[in-house]
């Protein structure tokens, strides 16, 4: 007969033999199981088997959305390092801090439906403290934090709302759906700058409702954000501080307003690769090495889609920017000696699609503070700080985009480049552009071929260039390109300003030209002849009889005889000026020996004078061809 040595309280109890032995607490059934998985023959303890994913349940949080379970969660966090933290499906309230996640943690839900609410943020009126401002995110991460991967999650910020029209985002800082600190916490706290972190990966995670970015990465190396929504975010979808080798793929990101108030101004970005702003560089090191691609940014509506500030190796490709301010931008990384300066390098923008139907919004831009430039801007603009060697912009191929609806009003065209280096944009398709459609400032160096420049809307200034070497100092040349006029206006082709020696900008012969429009097309214009700046192309070739009438020809208007021996040739197109018409003239006569001159008198018109071996004028067939710029 079994006996039973010991019972008190709560206990458990397990048979040996004839005799049951009581277990009083701390101990679980846990303690006394093992369990084997399906298809294996290995027995393991069943509190093993538990502690391999802990749940954040188990320490007590509720995920009632009116608990506040950030104590409960920490707990669970502080727990998970080398281990699996689950959230179940809940709405779990973060009401009196942030989650700081350890190394070597894998943070797991249910997708949406495990949904963490941080319902707080830094808010001040007038002047704030950078030092004593206050961290509001949803998870966080200290500097040098290794081996972390969140997805299938659900974070919203103290702006989520259902209704869009309610609880309108406001900025504020450090309002995070997820946070790596690095230099920027750093630096305002005050502490050593050192460490950084390494292979953090966030995916599958819905972001919304947070004052400042979605998901903030400072100085990461080797970073995925993948198959990520973040949208009604106050400055950013994405912002990468000091990034080496982080990756950015397949997000959806959009609606972000209203921008960096903080800083006085609207910024706003989709993705950016940046750095923070401060001397010296090894301290406060560019993005290098990253890439944004087929990624859709849309109703970022007062900034960029895509950026770089100062970024070297940085892909973007097979992106849908739309309804930006510029849609994807790549600047300096750095305005002043303080900042640091760190010139952008090494880009490559490839096959994106870059779409802007909104009508100009006195907001975007500069804002009201600025309304000349309230109006959409580049699809791509690529800038620098100036034509310095340890400031230019250098390397950078643009290729294979399609842009549609960009162009400011009274600056930059759908695409701009300053002070840059390298360039090569090729086969890119570019319709209803305003004002430029390729606008070159400052110093710029490149090849530009293989383009559709298809209508372009004239500024009310009255520009309506297809390329437009705004400045000086240019060199490059045009080559392969098609430009279709479908408006009622006429189209500048190429619009150059007269070159500083050393520069040349050269216009090649296999251009072609479309009027769909009741506008015509200059081919060029505004060109000038010093230092042998142009190659020339031909204008106008014909056969003309000697009665005066054209029998075969291309590029010529008419052409007549005046009278015994003289005929006047009017070509199509103008030349920049009358010097800039080459003709050559052959006699074709019975005769062999017949002397032939012809002169431009104007920008389209050539006298071809014909004399026999005696001086005296002749009627004769004659070929005629004019090169020119």
């Given at each position: 007969?079994?006996?039973?040595?010991?019972?008190?309280s709560?206990?458990f109890?397990k048979?040996k033999?004839?005799?049951?032995?009581?277990?009083?607490?701390?101990?679980?059934?846990?303690?006394?199981?093992?369990?084997?998985?399906?298809?294996s023959d290995?027995?393991?303890?069943?509190?093993?088997?538990?502690?391999?994913?802990?749940?954040?349940?188990?320490?007590?949080a509720?995920g009632?959305g009116?608990?506040?379970?950030?104590?409960?969660?920490?707990?669970?966090?502080?727990?998970?390092?080398?281990?699996?933290?689950?959230?179940?499906?809940?709405?779990?309230?973060?009401?009196?801090?942030?989650v700081t996640?350890p190394?070597?943690?894998?943070?797991?839900?249910?997708?949406?439906?495990?949904?963490?609410?941080?319902?707080n943020?830094?808010?001040?009126?007038?002047?704030?403290?950078r030092?004593?401002?206050?961290?509001?995110?949803?998870f966080?991460?200290?500097?040098?934090?290794?081996?972390?991967l969140?997805?299938?999650l659900g974070?919203?910020?103290?702006f989520?709302?259902?209704?869009?029209?309610?609880?309108?985002?406001?900025?504020?800082?450090?309002?995070?759906?997820?946070?790596?600190?690095?230099?920027?916490?750093q630096?305002?706290?005050?502490?050593?700058?050192?460490?950084?972190?390494?292979?953090?990966?966030?995916?599958?995670?819905?972001?919304e409702?947070?004052?400042?970015?979605?998901?903030?990465?400072?100085?990461?190396?080797?970073?995925w954000?993948?198959?990520?929504?973040?949208?009604?975010?106050?400055?950013?979808?994405?912002?990468?501080?000091?990034?080496?080798?982080?990756?950015?793929?397949?997000?959806?990101?959009?609606?972000?307003?209203?921008?960096?108030?903080?800083?006085?101004?609207?910024?706003?970005y989709?993705?950016?690769?940046?750095?923070v702003?401060?001397?010296?560089l090894?301290?406060?090191?560019?993005?290098?090495?990253?890439?944004?691609?087929?990624?859709?940014?849309?109703?970022?509506?007062y900034?960029?889609?895509?950026?770089?500030?100062?970024?070297?190796?940085?892909?973007?490709s097979?992106?849908?920017v739309?309804?930006?301010?510029?849609?994807?931008?790549?600047?300096?990384?750095?305005?002043?000696?303080?900042?640091?300066?760190?010139?952008?390098s090494?880009?490559?923008?490839v096959?994106?699609?870059?779409?802007?139907?909104?009508?100009?919004?006195p907001?975007?831009?500069?804002?009201?503070?600025?309304?000349?430039?309230?109006?959409?801007?580049?699809g791509?603009?690529?800038?620098?700080?100036?034509?310095?060697?340890?400031?230019?912009?250098?390397?950078?191929l643009?290729?294979?985009?399609?842009l549609?609806?960009?162009g400011?009003?009274?600056?930059f065209g759908?695409?701009?480049?300053?002070?840059w280096?390298?360039?090569?944009?090729?086969?890119?398709?570019?319709?209803n552009?305003?004002?430029?459609?390729?606008?070159?400032?400052?110093?710029?160096?490149?090849?530009?071929?293989?383009?559709?420049?298809d209508?372009?809307?004239?500024s009310?200034?009255?520009v309506?260039?297809?390329?437009?070497?705004?400045?000086?100092?240019?060199?490059?040349?045009?080559?392969?390109?098609?430009?279709?006029?479908?408006?009622?206006?006429?189209?500048?082709?190429?619009?150059l300003?007269?070159?500083?020696?050393g520069?040349?900008?050269?216009?090649?012969?296999?251009?072609?030209?479309?009027?769909?429009?009741?506008?015509?097309?200059?081919k060029?214009?505004?060109?000038f002849a010093?230092?042998?700046?142009?190659?020339?192309?031909?204008?106008?070739?014909?056969?003309?009889?000697?009665?005066g009438?054209?029998?075969?020809?291309?590029?010529?208007?008419?052409?007549?005889?005046?009278?015994?021996?003289?005929?006047?040739?009017?070509?199509?197109?103008?030349a920049?000026?009358?010097?800039?018409?080459?003709?050559?003239v052959?006699p074709?006569?019975?005769?062999?020996?017949?002397?032939?001159?012809?002169?431009?008198?104007?920008?389209?018109?050539?006298?071809?004078?014909?004399?026999?071996?005696?001086?005296?004028?002749?009627?004769?067939?004659?070929?005629?061809?004019?090169v020119?710029?």
């Amino acid at each position: 007969m079994a006996t039973i040595n010991h019972l008190q309280s709560y206990a458990f109890a397990k048979k040996k033999g004839d005799r049951i032995d009581v277990f009083e607490g701390p101990h679980t059934l846990a303690d006394f199981f093992s369990v084997i998985a399906e298809g294996s023959d290995v027995p393991r303890m069943l509190k093993d088997r538990f502690a391999d994913v802990v749940n954040v349940r188990d320490f007590g949080a509720k995920g009632n959305g009116t608990t506040d379970d950030t104590e409960a969660i920490q707990a669970a966090a502080n727990k998970a390092e080398g281990k699996s933290l689950y959230i179940p499906s809940g709405r779990y309230l973060l009401s009196s801090a942030s989650v700081t996640l350890p190394s070597n943690v894998h943070v797991f839900g249910d997708g949406p439906d495990s949904c963490l609410i941080q319902p707080n943020y830094y808010s001040y009126s007038g002047s704030w403290d950078r030092a004593a401002a206050v961290d509001w995110n949803v998870f966080q991460m200290q500097p040098g934090t290794e081996n972390v991967l969140i997805e299938k999650l659900g974070l919203r910020g103290p702006f989520y709302s259902e209704d869009y029209s309610t609880n309108p985002v406001q900025n504020f800082p450090y309002s995070n759906g997820i946070l790596c600190r690095g230099r920027d916490y750093q630096d305002r706290k005050s502490l050593a700058l050192e460490g950084e972190s390494r292979n953090i990966r966030i995916e599958n995670v819905s972001i919304e409702g947070f004052a400042e970015d979605g998901i903030q990465l400072d100085n990461v190396t080797d970073g995925w954000v993948t198959n990520c929504e973040i949208k009604r975010c106050g400055r950013g979808g994405v912002r990468v501080y000091g990034g080496l080798r982080v990756y950015v793929a397949f997000n959806s990101i959009s609606y972000l307003s209203p921008g960096d108030k903080l800083n006085g101004s609207n910024r706003m970005y989709g993705v950016t690769f940046t750095r923070v702003y401060k001397a010296p560089l090894s301290d406060f090191r560019p993005s290098q090495y990253c890439s944004a691609a087929f990624n859709k940014v849309s109703n970022s509506p007062y900034w960029k889609g895509l950026d770089t500030h100062g970024g070297v190796n940085i892909d973007f490709s097979f992106n849908q920017v739309e309804e930006c301010h510029i849609g994807i931008g790549v600047d300096k990384g750095g305005f002043t000696e303080a900042h640091g300066f760190a010139p952008p390098s090494n880009i490559k923008i490839v096959g994106n699609t870059i779409i802007r139907t909104l009508p100009d919004d006195p907001n975007e831009g500069n804002g009201p503070s600025d309304p000349q430039y309230a109006y959409a801007g580049a699809g791509v603009s690529v800038l620098a700080h100036d034509s310095t060697d340890d400031h230019v912009g250098k390397n950078i191929l643009v290729a294979n985009n399609y842009l549609y609806g960009w162009g400011e009003n009274t600056r930059f065209g759908a695409v701009t480049y300053s002070n840059w280096l390298n360039v090569c944009h090729s086969g890119n398709v570019i319709k209803n552009s305003r004002r430029d459609a390729i606008c070159l400032m400052n110093v710029v160096e490149g090849n530009f071929s293989g383009d559709v420049i298809d209508d372009v809307r004239r500024s009310s200034f009255g520009v309506q260039n297809g390329i437009d070497c705004a400045s000086t100092t240019i060199n490059g040349i045009v080559s392969g390109m098609t430009f279709i006029n479908r408006q009622n206006t006429d189209l500048t082709a190429v619009s150059l300003a007269q070159s500083t020696s050393g520069y040349s900008f050269k216009v090649g012969l296999d251009l072609k030209f479309s009027k769909k429009g009741e506008g015509n097309i200059t081919k060029v214009g505004r060109a000038f002849a010093e230092d042998g700046l142009w190659s020339m192309r031909n204008f106008a070739a014909g056969y003309v009889l000697s009665t005066g009438v054209l029998s075969a020809g291309k590029g010529i208007a008419s052409a007549s005889k005046t009278e015994t021996g003289t005929y006047e040739i009017t070509t199509e197109e103008s030349a920049s000026a009358a010097t800039s018409l080459w003709p050559t003239v052959t006699p074709v006569a019975a005769t062999p020996i017949l002397i032939a001159q012809a002169n431009s008198t104007a920008v389209n018109k050539i006298t071809v004078s014909i004399k026999n071996r005696d001086g005296e004028p002749v009627d004769s067939n004659f070929y005629i061809q004019v090169v020119g710029y």
